[in-house]
């Protein structure tokens, strides 16, 4: 039974960019919630989708935004990338237990 | 709002001494309390979690936490540290209504431990 799957592993892009990042759910999950964490500290929440909508957001410019499939799946993107978004970005997954969360191993961004 | 406080950035232990890693929440609705290890390059692993039934909570590799909402605390223990465990542990806590899985994390204590 696969986990919690990101891809890349990592990305380097310069500022101005737009990056896209995927993840997807453990099996029998529904819930895709999105954290990133920058070096040295705890990771921060982005926000959360359920039944393809975002359904929490925490406090992130609309720069960020997100997407779930149908099949559970979930895109990160980031637009106008600026040297403060290199961090490591990751998914989590939930099922009925929307706060039991399993984490995939991330996807390292660096703006240059 | 609630919020998590990690004492101590750093612990240095020996191998076969006491862990214990400091957790202080605040939370204004009864919490739900995780704590993770993070080891380098890779993701967060559910250590253990606290859901609002027994306040001693028993996880993997030895670990276990007690909830005590006199204190507002969740420390992590372990009776004998082992060269394994040195990695970077995290608190976090959320509630079940409103924010239901949205964690707030605690900025992490990184583990060492000596031979």
């Known amino acids: 039974d696969a986990g919690v799957t990101q891809s890349p592993t990592h990305l380097i892009k310069t500022r101005g960019q737009q990056v896209t990042l995927r993840c997807s759910p453990k099996?029998?999950?529904?819930?895709v919630s999105w954290y990133q964490q920058a070096l040295g500290q705890g990771p921060q929440f982005i926000f959360q989708?359920?039944?393809?909508?975002?359904?929490q957001r925490g406090n992130f410019p609309d720069r960020f935004s997100g997407h779930q499939f149908p099949n559970y799946s979930s895109e990160l993107n980031v637009n106008a990338l600026l040297l403060g978004d290199s961090a490591l970005y990751l998914c989590?997954?939930?099922?009925?237990?929307?706060?039991?969360?399993?984490f995939g191993a991330g996807t390292r961004l660096s703006v240059l | 709002a609630q919020s998590v406080t990690q004492l101590g950035s750093h612990v240095s232990v020996s191998e076969g001494a006491l862990v214990l890693l400091r957790c202080n929440y605040s939370?204004?609705?009864?919490?739900?309390l995780f704590w993770y290890v993070q080891y380098p390059n890779q993701g967060l692993q559910l250590l253990l979690k606290?859901?609002?039934?027994?306040?001693l909570v028993k996880g993997i590799n030895g670990f276990e936490a007690e909830f005590k909402k006199s204190e507002t605390s969740f420390h992590l223990t372990k009776p004998s540290a082992h060269m394994s465990d040195a990695a970077e542990y995290f608190c976090?806590?959320?509630?079940?209504?409103?924010?239901?899985?949205?964690?707030?994390f605690g900025d992490g204590t990184t583990l060492t431990v000596k031979p």
């Open positions: 989590a997954s939930s099922g009925t237990a929307k706060n039991i969360q399993y």
């Open positions: 099996s029998g999950h529904d819930t």
């Open positions: 989708y359920y039944e393809e909508e975002e359904r």
């Open positions: 939370s204004s609705v009864p919490p739900y």
């Open positions: 606290y859901t609002s039934a027994a306040t």
């Open positions: 976090a806590v959320s509630d079940l209504n409103t924010n239901a899985g949205k964690s707030t």
